[in-house]
T-cell receptor, first 115, second 116 residues
């Protein structure tokens, strides 16, 4: 069965530190990849997505993610975090084809940025 | 553009009582999802609709959960009777679906259900 693993459940960083959140998935076919973010008191919203083409994708607020097919990974990065990045981050994978696809979320990583 | 609307935002009920959640997706989105999110976990799909058709309800506990999406727009998710373990946030999301691709989902604020 398809699955998504986020290895870091809680991350605490100081402002200006660099961030990398890991995401690995298990599915051998075509995938679409997403990172969603949930700020405190707000609903889930899209941070960035990968469908095809350049495996390095850029999202909102300075975030980027790299799709490495050989490693089944889609790690999220930001060179310098801000206090306002405190949130929970979810990796999601859409695996399969139209009509049969599965949309699977990881368990999330809770990021706390210290001012 | 209005986002995904859900109501109620919070609901507290006693076990064995029924409860219903309502969702209005983004206009034009043909695909609607209901998720359950337990504390400290990611969203878990309960049911997915493409227009009026429930195309994936494999994770829906059918003995107590039911859902409908009349006319392919609004949707209602019902639990009857509720159990203590049903306490969670119930999320609705919508997206576009075409032959070529599955697009990103847009989430509503969720309904936080507490069963006592």
């Amino acid at each position: 069965a398809q699955s998504v693993s986020q290895h870091n459940h809680h991350v605490i960083l100081s402002e200006a530190a660099s961030l990398e959140l890991g995401c690995n998935y298990s599915y051998g076919g075509t995938v679409n990849l997403f990172w969603y973010v949930q700020y405190p008191g707000q609903h889930l919203q899209l941070l960035l997505k990968y469908f095809s083409g350049d495996p390095l994708v850029k999202g909102i607020k300075g975030f980027e993610a790299e799709f490495i097919k050989s490693k089944f990974s889609f790690n999220l990065r930001k060179p310098s975090v801000q206090w306002s990045d405190t949130a929970e981050y979810f990796c999601a994978v859409n695996a399969g084809t139209s009509g049969t696809y599965k949309y699977i979320f990881g368990t999330g990583t809770r990021l706390k940025v210290l001012a | 553009e209005a986002g995904v609307v859900q109501s109620p935002r919070y609901k507290i009920i006693e076990k064995k009582q029924p409860v219903a959640f309502w969702c209005n997706p983004i206009s034009g989105h043909n695909t609607l999802y209901w998720y359950r999110q337990n504390l400290g976990q990611g969203p878990e799909l309960l049911i997915r609709y493409e227009n009026e058709e429930a195309v994936d309800d494999s994770q829906l506990p059918k003995d107590r959960f039911s859902a409908e999406r009349l006319k392919g727009v609004d949707s209602t998710l019902k639990i009857q009777p509720a159990e203590l373990g049903d306490s969670a946030v119930y999320l609705c999301a919508s997206s576009l679906l075409s032959q070529e691709s599955v697009y990103e989902q847009y989430f509503g604020p969720g309904t936080r259900l507490t069963v006592t």
